[in-house]
């Protein structure tokens, strides 16, 4: 019925949650509860292509998920954040009123830029789509409003979230190989980023990104 | 007849049930914080105590000190009389709208505000002011939320809007009414000034909002701001859950026995999101007042998400 229209309006939401965040930690957090409202839609997902189709890739990608997404790298990140002299992000280029209605700005205007595309809509606008669209946007936006690294880190992620989503809810299910490369480039790319950002941390003094046009030696 | 006993029920439920809801949240704070806590009847004691005590009234304030206690009460029980408590107890029609429920809210609000600039006490201007601030963040979402709720329905009146809500049967399935319930549910905690926003407990002069500016009141003056704030509260959530959750359509028996099981299943609702606030005012901490913009820009988004899961989707709504 409703259910995928919900959860991808909650996963929406969530974004916003993210964008009116201001600590590292709650960033992380509400990566986290993203992540687990995906791994939500994907099981159920996955629940319906075994019924329908016998597929059980779906499933696989799903406890991927939340082996990954829900789990390992949220630990990451917080096991280098809390080393990180800053929490607290204070130099924003808006204030977060601001940043919230441009970000409901962009929802509007991925709504009305998808209702002319013809093939993911037959007839009627299909909201799930445009939703993940706009979780692609906010997460690219979020990385433009953030100056510290965690902000880009968690920015990237989103990114991928809504990447994932709007792949899964246009497809029902996208191939299996696919799934699993974009997740091992993730992994990596965080794993490196935050190795990468220790270093920063421990060479600058700082993790904010204004800093390191600066060379030092 | 009927108009009569829709305004006689109408009164007994919201005026007796207001002040039990404070006293229920307080008990679960008390249980949240390992103390017994005082007894959920608590608020009557003390409204019936304050009301047999003589008020103290400054030399400098003017007629607006004596005046606004009465118009606070009046427009809490305007405001409560316009929504429902029961489909099955209304007559055919309630004159007044969404409209005039905000704007008679207001109405009273700005008496509160302008009676505590009357007496010229320090935290009486610095609570209005604050007030002021807050309330007029809070609108836009609270008018975006009904305007949508009302698109919907086709109706402005609270009462076509409860009986269209009641033909869908479970409006919170459809994600635009699960916005709007987080939007409406942000502006009540707003609204009775809780803890996010507003300590109701605090008397710290950094903290307070509702509480300064109602300082300078005493004895039945004080008693009648009080149960005006509680009333005021219960209207809010009766309009949250007899439009979004609606419960009459549950019941197949006629008469009197449908009327006490209707208003049964009522209270249950309000005891239930009375738990709910009480548990996000225990989890959340009190924001300082340069993060409530950020707060009411959440609930503006929400409703406003709402709006355009309607706008854009319009034929989803008729599929129920």
């Not at chain 1, 880190?153 to 696919?178: C, D, H, Y």
């Not at chain 2, 017994?36 to 007629?63: C, E, N, T």
Request: aromatic share 10%.
């Amino acid at each position: 019925m409703y259910c995928f229209d919900i959860l991808s309006l909650l996963i929406l939401l969530s974004s916003f949650a993210l964008m009116a965040n201001k600590k590292s930690k709650s960033y992380i957090k509400s990566f986290r509860i993203q992540s687990l409202l995906i791994a939500i839609a994907a099981g159920m997902m996955g629940i319906k292509t075994i019924i329908e189709e016998g597929r059980f890739d779906v499933m696989v990608v799903c406890l991927l998920i939340i082996i990954l997404k829900v789990i390992y790298i949220p630990n990451i990140l917080n096991k280098t954040y809390t080393k990180a002299k800053y929490q607290v992000e204070k130099d924003f280029i808006l204030n977060i009123p601001i940043l919230i209605l441009v970000c409901c700005g962009l929802v509007v205007f991925s709504y009305f830029s998808l209702s002319t595309i013809d093939g993911i809509n037959d007839g009627m606008i299909n909201v799930q789509v445009v939703n993940s669209i706009s979780v692609i946007l906010i997460g690219l936006f979020f990385m433009i409003s953030r100056r510290k690294a965690i902000g880009q880190i968690i920015g990237l992620l989103v990114i991928e979230n809504g990447l994932f989503v709007t792949a899964m809810f246009s497809t029902q299910g996208m191939p299996f190989i696919v799934d699993i490369g974009i997740f091992v480039d993730m992994l990596t790319a965080v794993m490196i980023l935050g190795i990468m950002v220790f270093k920063i941390n421990e060479e600058f003094e700082s993790i904010n990104i204004d800093k390191l046009n600066k060379l030092k030696g | 007849m009927r108009n009569l006993l829709y305004i006689v029920i109408q009164l007994l439920v919201i005026v007796m049930v207001a002040p039990l809801l404070n006293g229920i949240i307080k008990k679960i704070k008390a249980f949240s914080q390992k103390r017994k806590g005082a007894p959920i009847f608590q608020m009557y004691f003390d409204l019936y105590k304050l009301s047999r005590k003589s008020s103290v009234v400054s030399d400098v304030s003017s007629w607006i000190f004596k005046v606004t206690p009465y118009i606070v009460f009046a427009t809490a029980v305007a405001a409560a009389l316009l929504v429902p408590v029961s489909s099955l107890i209304a007559p055919e029609q309630i004159p007044g709208d969404f409209i005039m429920l905000v704007s008679i809210l207001a109405l009273g609000r700005f008496f509160i505000m302008i009676t505590a600039l009357d007496t010229a006490s320090t935290f009486g201007g610095m609570g209005s002011s604050r007030e002021a601030m807050i309330s007029s963040l809070i609108e836009p979402s609270i008018l975006v939320s009904l305007f949508t709720m009302g698109l919907v329905t086709k109706s402005t009146s609270l009462l076509p809007m409860m009986n269209v809500m009641k033909g869908i049967g479970f409006p919170l399935a459809h994600p635009g009414c699960i916005t709007i319930f987080l939007a409406l549910f942000t502006i009540i905690i707003a609204e009775s000034s809780r803890i996010p926003v507003d300590d109701p407990a605090t008397h710290l002069e950094l903290t307070m909002v509702h509480e300064a500016m109602i300082l300078e009141y005493s004895g039945r003056h004080l008693a009648l701001m009080e149960y005006g704030a509680a009333i005021k509260q219960l209207t809010l959530i009766t309009l949250l859950v007899n439009i979004l959750i609606p419960h009459d359509q549950l019941i197949a028996i006629t008469g009197i026995g449908a009327v006490v099981l209707s208003l049964t299943i009522y209270l249950i609702k309000v005891i239930g999101i009375s738990i709910i606030i009480a548990i996000a005012e225990v989890s959340t901490v009190k924001f300082k007042l340069f993060s409530i913009p950020n707060l009411a820009a959440m609930s503006f988004i929400l409703a406003f998400l709402g709006f355009l899961q309607y706008f854009v989707l319009g034929g989803c709504y008729v599929l129920f």
